[in-house]
């Protein structure tokens, strides 16, 4: 449901392209199919097995690789003045950015919390900083 939403939002925004790393579901699965309405067909996306080398070839192409991720030097989002090309990095939904690929970005940001839970949906979180960044 979370790649469906994915796709669907981000479309809606007009992000330009979502990659989808490790073990993530892809299109034509059933339930993303059901949430994206189609977006799916709209936004281009791409599967790469692997998130470094997806960070790799992004960084050649001049974009900075920004986690979304809550650590203790992570900049809250307001306060993080966006590049033209910028690429954003999410995590797994409980386990979040391992320490490994949190080495290989070049920024860490994070979404400010104001209640008590200690975490925010990834697709939701995706789609508040890719607004941020696109209307900066």
């Known amino acids: 449901e979370n790649m469906g939403m994915l796709f669907r939002n981000l479309e809606f925004l007009g992000v330009s ?3 989808i ?10 339930k993303i199919v059901k949430i994206a309405l189609g977006a799916e067909k709209s936004l281009e996306w791409e599967h790469v097995p ?6 790799q070839r992004l ?5 900075r690789i920004v986690a979304l991720e809550n650590t203790d030097d992570a900049i809250p989002i307001q306060e993080y003045d966006a590049p033209q090309r910028v690429a ?3 995590g797994r939904e409980v386990e979040g950015i391992s320490p490994t690929l949190l080495t290989e970005c070049d920024d860490i940001i994070l979404i400010p919390q104001r209640g008590k839970k200690e975490s925010l949906n990834v697709a939701f979180a995706a789609v508040i900083a890719s607004f941020q960044f696109l209307n900066d």
């Open 17 to 19: 392209k979502l990659w």
């Open 21 to 30: 790393t490790g073990y993530s579901p892809t299109p034509p699965d059933p």
């Open 50 to 55: 692997k998130s470094t080398d997806v960070i």
């Open 59 to 63: 960084r050649a192409d001049g974009f």
């Open 88 to 90: 954003l990095l999410l």
